[in-house]
């Protein structure tokens, strides 16, 4: 009769722990049946109608190297040989094993990388999106504003004037340089704040990376691609 810690799927990625008393516990919905306290429910389970499959991105536009998310996320390698079209994958963890996916599983799974369609939307709605992307694949690409130190080493490391005379070269330093993460979310601040990003392209527990909301360009998520209004 103690407690269990719940992840509550309602709430923000950074506060969703709950502790739920069994002691107070009035009713539970588990595999299709409800559960009332003091007497059994009416409600029973349900053969639900079979539906063909549904696919959430276009498997012609798979290739090697996308990433894709459930409760894990896995790294595409190749095509097993055999009837069961098995796909060789990397799961992301600390040993970063090797795993058969069956083809159906990977179907199920959001692509970081594949999109069905664009749209452009302001920078606040495309924040918006990032900040409630949740365990989510995405890629993101966004500008990584350089620190006065960053801006004197640079400088010091060119010896052609012309480079020093280069348009790029300046929009770099005051703009800073275009970056691009495939990841999910760990946390976020407020709107113009930052996101915490694991980059799944970067070694397991040196992954950490922060997007500045101010300077994000475009992101790709749940099968749609998002730029910037001009």
């Known amino acids: 009769m103690g407690r269990t810690l719940v992840i509550d799927l309602n709430a923000p990625i950074w506060n969703r722990f709950r502790q739920v008393d069994h002691r107070t516990i009035q009713s539970i919905i588990l595999k299709n049946v409800k559960y009332n306290l003091g007497r059994k429910s009416t409600l029973k389970s349900l053969e639900m109608p079979k539906e063909p499959p549904r696919t959430k991105w276009d498997v012609s ?11 894990q996320y896995y790294k595409y390698v190749k095509l097993l040989p055999g009837k069961n079209r098995d796909r060789d994958c990397i799961e992301y963890n600390a040993h970063m ?20 369609s664009e749209e452009k939307i302001t920078r606040t709605e495309m924040v918006d999106k990032l900040v409630n992307a949740k365990e ?3 890629t993101v690409t966004f500008r990584k504003l350089k620190k006065d130190e960053d801006i004197a080493q640079r400088l010091r490391g060119i010896k052609d004037k012309k480079e020093l005379q280069d348009k790029n070269l300046a929009k770099e330093l005051i703009e800073g340089k275009l970056h691009t993460i495939t990841g999910h979310l760990l946390k976020s601040e407020n709107a113009l704040g930052r996101s915490m990003v694991i980059d799944l392209n970067e070694s397991y527990g040196q992954s950490f990376r922060l997007v500045d909301h101010r300077t994000v360009q475009e992101l790709t998520l749940q099968n749609v691609h998002y730029v910037l209004k001009k």
Do not use: R, T
């Open 61 to 71: 536009k798979l290739k090697v190297g996308d990433w894709f998310s459930e409760n």
């Open 136 to 138: 989510c694949v995405f």
């Open 97 to 116: 094993e090797a795993i058969e996916v069956p083809e159906e599983q990977l179907l199920d799974c959001w692509s970081g990388h594949m999109y069905d």
